[in-house]
């Protein structure tokens, strides 16, 4: 059965519409990530010894509310480290919004000890409304987000150390 042009022309309307909804949801709903932040080396040490990283310092509220939004990819051994001038209440957390990668978040105290490890999923809500929170359920000062699955292969847990400072590492 041959369609009527008519309907031709509606079916080809709604197939432009519906491409064009598709092309304009993934332009505007991703985040560009940020460029700039400084570097620093460091490590978390553990019972399973010294692991070196390196992070993107966010230090200031701009920097910490855009974080690793629009990132496709981090390097395994690269995260983010999120200061804050002053402590954080446990209730205090992160989301996902406009994150594209699976992360883990440790909650950090102000001598560096890891107070909390939490387990995040990218969200897809078009609206930060629709992403879920991730307390850190301990007062923090710090967070350092890593790709997900750091923390557990480097057998890295509450109690253990983060240090900044390559300087301050210890050789495995």
């Known amino acids: 059965m041959k369609p009527r042009s008519g309907m031709l022309h509606t079916l080809k309307f709604w197939a432009i519409l519906a491409a064009g909804s598709v092309i304009h949801g993934c332009?505007?709903?991703?985040?560009?990530?940020?460029?700039?932040?400084?570097?620093?080396?460091?490590?978390?040490?553990s019972e399973a010894g010294s692991?070196?990283?390196?992070?993107?310092?966010?230090?200031?509220?701009?920097?910490?509310?855009?974080?690793?939004?629009?990132?496709?990819?981090?390097?395994?051994?690269?995260?983010m480290l999120f200061k804050y001038r002053k402590p954080r209440d446990a209730d205090h957390g992160f989301w996902m919004y406009k994150t594209l990668i699976p992360l883990d978040i440790a909650y950090?105290?102000?001598?560096?000890?890891?107070?909390?490890?939490?387990?995040?999923?990218?969200?897809?809500?078009?609206?930060?409304a629709g992403c879920p929170s991730y307390p850190?359920?301990?007062?923090?000062?710090?967070?350092?987000?890593?790709?997900?699955?750091?923390?557990?292969?480097?057998r890295i847990q509450t109690g253990d150390h983060l240090y900044l400072g390559a300087e301050n590492c210890p050789t495995r």
Do not use: W, Y
């Open 51 to 79: 692991i070196p990283i390196k992070l993107e310092v966010a230090s200031t509220a701009e920097q910490r509310s855009k974080g690793l939004m629009g990132r496709t990819s981090m390097a395994p051994d690269a995260g």
């Open 136 to 154: 850190a359920g301990v007062p923090f000062i710090n967070a350092v987000e890593m790709n997900a699955g750091f923390f557990r292969e480097h």
């Open 108 to 128: 950090l105290n102000g001598e560096g000890v890891i107070g909390s490890i939490r387990h995040m999923v990218p969200c897809a809500s078009a609206s930060g």
């Open 27 to 45: 332009s505007s709903g991703v985040a560009a990530p940020q460029e700039g932040l400084p570097v620093i080396d460091a490590c978390f040490v």
